[in-house]
């Protein structure tokens, strides 16, 4: 625990940052690259077939996008850094000290993909004529800046799950070229522009009333249906042989679903995805408002479901074979184990463990090593100590932390000293017991006055 620590004890520090990211992701796919594509799509089948209806909707498409991209996408992109600086700043120091200068790109590149945006959106009624041409050409261009945001993003995503040779080489080309990259973007690339049609067909069904403009929206839409349903089949199967086992047994687990209904959901999920693909295809003109309503949600849902999972089945990891989901590195853990954790914590004001401190030790170690994932109180029961833990004692408590990572596979193994463990064991017993009100110098004193009687 090299920094201060913030913790959000109802909702959990990991649900705030999943918030967040999912919020962005949503955005960052489905608007600024999915809704791009099918905005300049629609508007190449307008001059195409010079359909002014056709290019109005990409018009009006553009606005929102605008307007989605330069706000909720800003916020929650700025939202991201900020949340992971304060909740995971070992985590994101990592990343930094190796994809310096690719976020640095990254910030050009959306920059310029923003600047694009407003000369797309603010010249639709002024270049007339010649000049139409050079307004689908910046709307490409504004296509290819979304999507190289994501082929950047990507690398720094994917190599927190597969670093590849970077553990032994600290190349950057190796942590940005790893093992998981391509496929990532490819699936991501695909499911980009899917999300889109499933977000903005809704609108489109209940907004537009003329029959046959939204059946030609429907029939551009179609034709990237049929592109990106198997596309995200294929680059998805590609991407899961990537990742390591350890992460693919993780991945149903990570779910919180029993293994049934898993599959259940996702056969139910892919029929609706096909079916939804293949009646806009046949007949685009009556595409049911009920069925634009369930692919909306289920949409949000598996992206939910995927940003939830990718970062899931990461565990113990955040960096897979570097870093800890708890900020701890994992070849600091033999110096920690025999120095002690908080002998080695520069945001510690207690650098060993006493009778007379042993509760707030435990309080140093349990926000250095736990509330990564855990909380005293929190909604969620599977990680709340204070449901967790009805009925254990300290003893019992510290003998389980020291195995933990081996009956727990997914959990980060507890480093530090034997005085260091049975610290947090006593803190977790105490707040679980009394929260996180409790007076941890008056458990002290109440240890003292055992230890004098005996």
């Known amino acids: 625990m090299n920094y201060p620590v913030i913790e959000f004890p109802w909702l959990g520090n990991g649900m705030i940052i999943a918030i967040i990211a999912i919020i962005h992701v949503i955005v960052s796919h489905g608007v600024a690259i999915g809704m791009t594509v099918l905005m300049v799509s629609l508007e190449y089948q307008g001059l195409k077939t010079n359909n002014e209806k056709l290019i109005n909707v990409a018009k009006t498409i553009s606005k929102w996008v605008l307007i989605i991209t330069t706000t909720v996408g800003a916020m929650t992109g700025v939202g991201i850094w900020l949340v992971t600086s304060v909740i995971q700043p070992d985590s994101i120091g990592s990343l930094l000290r190796i994809f310096f200068w ?42 290819i800046f979304g999507w190289l945001t994501a082929m950047i993003i990507t690398g720094i995503l994917s190599a927190k799950l597969t670093p590849g040779k970077w553990t032994e080489t600290l190349s950057f080309w190796n942590a940005f070229l790893n093992p998981t990259y391509i496929p990532s973007l490819a699936f991501r690339t695909f499911i980009a522009i899917l999300l889109a049609v499933s977000l903005i067909s809704l609108p489109i069904r209940l907004l537009i009333k003329d029959k046959e403009v939204r059946r030609d929206v429907f029939k551009v839409f179609s034709f990237w249906n049929a592109l990106t349903v198997p596309g995200v089949l294929i680059t998805g199967i590609w991407y899961l042989l990537s990742i390591p086992d350890e992460a693919k047994d993780l991945i149903i687990w990570s779910t919180g679903m029993p293994e049934n209904i898993f599959n259940m959901l996702h ?22 408002v009920i069925l634009t309503i369930a692919i909306f949600f289920t949409s949000i849902a598996f992206i939910g479901e995927f940003e939830g999972v990718r970062e899931s089945v990461r565990k113990p990891y955040i960096i897979y074979d570097y870093l800890y989901a708890n900020g701890v590195e994992a070849a600091k853990v033999e110096k920690f184990n025999e120095e002690g954790y908080l002998a080695n914590s520069a945001a510690s004001p207690i650098k060993e463990v006493t009778a007379e401190n042993q509760l707030e030790a435990g309080r140093e170690l349990y926000k250095g090593q736990c509330i990564a994932c855990h909380t005293v109180e929190g909604w969620r029961t599977k990680r709340n100590f204070g449901d967790r833990l009805e009925g254990w004692d300290e003893a019992a408590l510290s003998g389980y932390i020291s195995t933990l990572h081996e009956t727990r596979p997914f959990m980060p193994p507890f480093v530090g000293t034997d005085d260091e463990r049975d610290a947090l064991a006593a803190y977790l017993i105490k ?24």
């Open 102 to 143: 690719a976020w640095f790109a990254e910030w050009i590149v959306f920059i310029t993909e923003v600047v694009l945006l407003i000369i797309y959106y603010y010249t639709w009624d002024t270049w007339k004529g010649a000049k139409r041409k050079i307004h689908f050409r910046i709307g490409v261009t504004l296509s």
């Open 267 to 288: 056969v139910l999920g892919l029929a609706l995805f096909l079916i939804f693909a293949l009646w806009m295809a046949i007949k685009p003109e009556r595409v049911p």
């Open 431 to 454: 707040v679980s017991n009394e929260g996180l009100d409790a007076d941890l110098t008056q458990g002290s004193k109440e240890k003292d006055d055992e230890k004098e009687e005996q």
